[in-house]
């Protein structure tokens, strides 16, 4: 484990329930110091150019915390000269704006909204204090996002150095009706173990954003790399040639795609959707988008191995019969694409059980606040037996 130094500082990278694992070994392949796991959660070590680094090429990070104090606190209004004590003038100046969100975790009742506004009266006295006038706030566009968690000895001040969720890599303009997010489309390929030498399809790929994260592992494309800004980029120490040497030398890593990746959808609507998220990710050339119902179709070269990942629709957003959908699905799986390794994600419990195929795997994830299962089916051309044989 490298050593941490003294520019190095602690960062918290937020992420979904059951990615945590991935998230880790993101860290830990980019060279990250004194990774620790949490719960929906990974916490690191790094320095200015490692958090650009962090923000630009993780997959499964929603939000990259920069903890800039943390304090104990014996009563709750003494969270007003905790932040009173920080020195802002470091991170920003008094004409710009920000906004504080606040997460706590208490044992006793407690009022959120009185934490974010004691710690803001403490911020902008710091700033009367020092040059007489204030930064306002502004809760929806801010210049500078500070994070707050609160449990029952400490708080713990952070930066918030993306802004909005990275998951909003800036490609994807038009959805359909029930889009899975990017940060857990990257996490579902991730889990899967694809080996990126293996054919890749999505027979229900709706706007195309499993395709488009598969061909970004697969050719090591920086996942934020076409997105707007970020928050660090309005800090006062933001350094703009660090960055830009950091983002070149992650083009300069980008591959070429080696495998096919395919995606099927029978609705006209969401094949024009997904052609224009590909073109808005500069893959239009190297995705194949196939007008086709998954239920009709079948592997074209049977002997070749193919790895599925799938969201189906649950039934929840969009309306299917459950037992006839799952179903057909395990038979189409079963019947038409053998030396096959599919796996979806469902959080249609009750759906599971029509499937008629035993999982290899099942993993608890949750979709928005819908808890699911991703599940793995190994698809053999004969019997498992045979395989084996």
């Not at 120490?237 to 096919?260: G, H, M, Q, R």
Request: aromatic fraction near 12%.
């Amino acid at each position: 484990m490298s050593v941490v130094k003294q520019n190095d500082f602690k960062m918290v990278a937020k992420t979904f329930f059951g990615l945590e694992d991935i998230l880790e070994n993101e860290l830990l392949s980019l060279g990250a110091k004194s990774v620790k796991k949490g719960i929906r959660s990974v916490s690191f070590y790094g320095d200015k150019g490692f958090m650009y680094k962090a923000n630009l090429n993780l997959r499964t990070a929603l939000f990259i915390y920069k903890t800039i104090k943390i304090s104990t606190m014996k009563l709750d209004s003494d969270i007003y000269s905790v932040m009173k004590n920080i020195s802002w003038q470091k991170y920003m100046n008094v004409d710009q704006s920000f906004s504080i969100k606040t997460t706590v975790s208490l044992n006793r009742s407690h009022n959120s909204m009185y934490f974010a506004q004691k710690a803001k009266d403490g911020l902008v006295d710091k700033f009367r204090v020092l040059f007489g006038k204030r930064p306002n706030v502004d809760k929806k566009f801010p210049d500078i996002h500070i994070h707050l968690y609160i449990n029952e000895k400490t708080v713990e001040v952070s930066l918030n150095s993306s802004g909005s969720s990275l998951h909003q890599r800036g490609y994807r303009l038009r959805t359909n009706i029930a889009p899975i997010n990017e940060v857990l489309a990257a996490g579902l390929i991730l889990l899967s173990q694809w080996d990126k030498k293996t054919d890749f399809f999505d027979p229900m790929c709706g706007s195309a954003t499993l395709l488009i994260e598969a061909a970004m592992i697969a050719c090591s494309i920086p996942p934020s790399l076409n997105r707007k800004i970020f928050a660090f980029q309005k800090w006062i120490d933001w350094d703009n040639d660090l960055y830009t040497k950091i983002e070149d030398s992650l083009v300069k890593k980008i591959k070429d795609l080696k495998v096919t990746i395919t995606g099927m959808e029978k609705s006209p609507s969401a094949i024009i959707k997904a052609k224009q998220n590909l073109k808005n990710a500069n893959l239009e050339e190297f995705i194949v988008l196939k007008k086709f119902d998954f239920f009709k179709s079948s592997k074209i070269n049977v002997e070749k191995p193919l790895q599925i990942v799938f969201n189906p629709p649950y039934g929840e957003r969009l309306p299917v019969d459950v037992e006839s959908f799952y179903s057909s699905l395990g038979n189409t799986l079963k019947k038409n694409y053998p030396n096959s390794n599919a796996w979806f994600l469902t959080s249609n419990l009750q759906g599971i059980k029509f499937i008629g195929l035993r999982p290899s795997r099942k993993i608890k994830l949750f979709n928005g606040k819908l808890e699911s299962r991703l599940l793995n089916y190994k698809l053999y051309k004969g019997s498992k037996k045979q395989k084996k044989q």
